[in-house]
């Protein structure tokens, strides 16, 4: 039976929060007569700079879905024998909460990144599938709708993110809660798959003339790697995925011992995917540290060589490290060693890059803006989780952390410490070029301070109470263990970073409306391409295409060609893709067949699907896929940018 009505107040609190929030969205877009602008310009676009914000806006509201999730365990945790929560809610929003963190928030917010300075950053004016990249954050975004409306409707999954069998099976876990974990993230690494190959090409054919791989800039590097380790390593996901939902769904015995199944396999799937995964959401902050690095230190990118290497082995490692999440399974002393030495070698490039970004910044003449401390504050954090994943590697050691909360703070060090401050560090570096505006400074160093310290806050007591003996995914916990004080302690850090989000938030709100605007294009004196254009940069990105003649071009434009005289240049016709309607539908219908399958409702699934088929059989015979942008226009578009 469908869950319409809530069963408890927090199920009627997300009830009305969804209605109020829509039927605010439907007031706002009508008062402004704002439908056909949103269909024009954002519904059907294929321009990489307005999806690539369209990803980092819905990121930003899965930070506060997951975030509030986050507020709802840390208020249960905080006193013993508490029951704010019960055992099965509580299982379903740690469920929720990490899937929407990794995969409907870190994700979504590295891709938007990639979207939005990949091709202004290899000169190119979009990337190589623009219809295919408009699917791509479609799929996304129904995927993360189709997960969230599990809380409301039909029950939340409650097997963990990981969801390993046979706990996730049907006969231990009935009903459609984990139909939505399994559906959601096969729509969605559908369209990670598309991204890993749009970027590969993008970024291996579309480079302007002079960009040798070797004169790339690092953050573009950084795609590329992740790019591949995409494409390697979300088909073994899709697989796990689909043979568990065949499992559920059709009565298949993959995973179920009495029939000859193993649920071990579902395991190594999943993790083969899984360690990887968490390089895939951390390579490309690597270069946007490096971005951040060099332009406010004022100074090349230290061991640019190197840089390259260590991310090449680091990509390369992380598939033979995955072993290393269940140590305690029995596999031999053979086998832990080998991955346990692994897990330790990967440290290596990693602590390469720490070292260039050191020297990078030695003697430099450093400028702290807001990308410059997010990047300085992520280099002593994510050391924490580094130095503490040596110490999980450890297969003896791991026996007394293994599902600790030594655990639980080591991962978030690294996703958060890392990953999260990465996000930050990236979208205030990139705010400008995408909005023509700088986020506010003073409000934003309050959001920064607020976020750092209750962070830490919040972290570090979980190593003590965790070498104590406190296990994760404990919904309550019996007084007189000693862990109260440092659980309120956490509570509090996680309320701490709750007010850095609202900060930061505002500050967004604060700079729509009186920021400071860009009229320069390059408002932090930057290094590489992007900033060459103006902010926001054309639909065309550049009205000719650069030759480069160095690895930080712009620098060299700037500083050592030192052009005084320029012609006005000779504008040609540009070829640029229509915009499309169908990526919506499509993955509108992705979205309905999922929902079908949630509930083994045949009739919407099947014809969501056929509505699918049919998108993709209107696209294989349009004829008008492009159009090209007259010199006129050009002209024009540039006089107003003052660049000629």
Not at 395 to 423: E, K, M, R, W
Not at 511 to 517: F, T
Request: hydrophobic residues 50%; contains cysteine.
């Amino acid at each position: 039976m469908l869950n319409f009505f809530p069963h408890n107040v927090l199920e009627l609190g997300a009830d009305g929060a969804i209605i109020l929030a829509s039927l605010a969205i439907l007031f706002v877009l009508t008062y402004f007569k704002k439908w056909k602008w949103l269909w024009k310009e954002y519904l059907t676009t294929v321009d990489h700079k307005k999806i690539g914000i369209m990803y980092i806006i819905a990121a930003i509201l899965m930070l506060f879905r997951g975030g509030s999730d986050a507020i709802l365990m840390r208020s249960q945790l905080a006193f013993p024998n508490e029951h704010f929560l019960s055992a099965e809610h509580y299982d379903q929003i740690f469920t929720t909460h990490g899937t929407v963190m990794i995969l409907f928030m870190a994700m979504p917010f590295v891709i938007g990144l990639f979207n939005v300075a990949v091709p202004l950053q290899i000169g190119a004016r979009d990337v190589a599938f623009p219809y295919l990249n408009a699917i791509s954050f479609w799929l996304f975004f129904f995927a993360a709708l189709l997960f969230n409306i599990s809380f409301v409707v039909g029950g939340s999954p409650d097997a963990g993110w990981t969801s390993y069998t046979p706990l996730a099976g049907a006969h231990f876990d009935p009903g459609p809660g984990e139909n939505y974990y399994l559906i959601a993230l096969q729509i969605t690494g559908i369209g990670t798959i598309a991204t890993g190959v749009n970027f590969l090409t993008t970024i291996l054919k579309m480079r302007a003339p002079g960009m040798t791989l070797m004169r790339m800039p690092m953050f573009t590097w950084s795609v590329l790697i992740t790019s591949f380790i995409i494409i390697f390593a979300f088909p073994v996901l899709t697989v796990a995925l689909a043979l568990l939902l065949i499992d559920r769904l059709f009565g298949a015995h993959f995973f179920t011992i009495s029939a000859g199944g193993m649920p071990m396999q579902y395991i190594n799937l999943f993790w083969i995917w899984g360690h990887p995964e968490v390089y895939i959401v951390i390579l490309p902050l690597f270069g946007v540290f490096s971005e951040v690095v060099a332009t406010f230190a004022r100074k090349r990118l230290f061991g640019y060589s190197a840089m390259v290497v260590s991310l090449l082995a680091i990509s390369i490692l992380s598939f033979v490290v995955w072993v290393h999440h269940f140590f305690t399974m029995g596999a031999g002393v053979g086998v832990n060693d080998f991955f346990g030495v692994s897990t330790m070698l990967i440290a290596i490039p990693t602590g390469v890059k720490v070292f260039n970004w050191l020297f990078t910044m030695w003697r430099g003449r450093i400028r702290f803006e807001l990308p410059m401390l997010w990047t300085l504050a992520f280099i002593p954090n994510f050391l924490v989780g580094g130095l503490t994943g040596v110490m999980l590697a450890v297969a003896p050691a791991d026996y007394q952390y293994h599902n600790s909360y030594f655990l639980v703070a080591h991962f978030h060090y690294v996703l958060i410490g890392g990953t999260v401050f990465g996000c930050f560090a990236g979208m205030y570096y990139w705010w400008p070029k995408m909005f023509g505006f700088k986020l506010d400074n003073r409000t934003g160093r309050w959001a920064f301070w607020t976020w750092i310290i209750s962070f830490n806050v919040c972290f570090l007591p979980m190593f003590v109470v965790g070498l104590m003996g406190m296990t994760r995914r404990m919904y309550t916990y019996p007084a007189g263990l000693g862990w109260m004080p440092y659980n309120l302690i956490e509570t509090i850090g996680a309320y701490g970073m709750a007010i850095g989000f609202v900060l930061m938030v505002y500050n967004i709100y604060w700079s729509i409306r009186w920021g400071e605007r860009d009229l320069t294009g390059d408002p932090w004196d930057g290094r590489t391409l992007e900033w060459s254009t103006t902010s926001p940069a054309p639909e065309y990105n550049f009205a000719v295409i650069p030759t480069i003649k160095d690895r930080d071009h712009w620098w060299y434009v700037k500083y050592i060609e030192k052009e005084e005289e320029k012609t006005k240049p000779a504008f040609k016709p540009i070829h640029m893709p229509n915009n499309s309607g169908r990526p919506f539908i499509m993955s509108a219908a992705f979205g309905l067949a999922g929902f079908g399958f949630v509930f083994e409702w045949w009739v919407p699934a099947i014809l969501g699907l056929l509505i699918v088929l049919i998108c993709m059989g209107q696209r294989s015979f349009e004829v008008n896929t492009d159009h090209y942008i007259p010199v006129d226009v050009i002209e024009r578009t540039e006089a107003e940018a003052g660049r000629l």
